[in-house]
């Protein structure tokens, strides 16, 4: 299992950001992540119009260090 690591901050503030972790069912690498990736967070950010996707990387859970 591969995580998403969005960091977003709300529309309305834009100093106001936080990391939100979101489980990405992929049994590939952090780098097939990068690539199918960016469909997954559109729909997101889609479905969170206070929102805005400042960054985004994979990483494996609970590994911090490891990401793309």
Same mark, same amino acid.
């Given at each position: 299992m591969i995580e998403l690591v969005l960091t977003v901050c709300a529309m309305t503030a834009a100093s106001s950001c936080e990391d939100k972790r979101l489980p990405f069912d992929s049994e590939e690498s952090l780098l097939q #992540?990068?690539? =199918?990736?960016?469909?997954?967070?559109?729909?997101?950010? =889609?479905?969170?119009?206070?929102?805005?996707?400042? &960054?985004? &990387? #994979?990483?494996?859970?609970?590994?911090?260090?490891?990401?793309?």
């Open positions: #992540c990068a690539f =199918q990736a960016p469909p997954y967070i559109a729909a997101w950010a =889609q479905d969170h119009p206070e929102l805005k996707v400042m &960054r985004w &990387r #994979c990483a494996v859970p609970g590994a911090d260090g490891a990401k793309i």
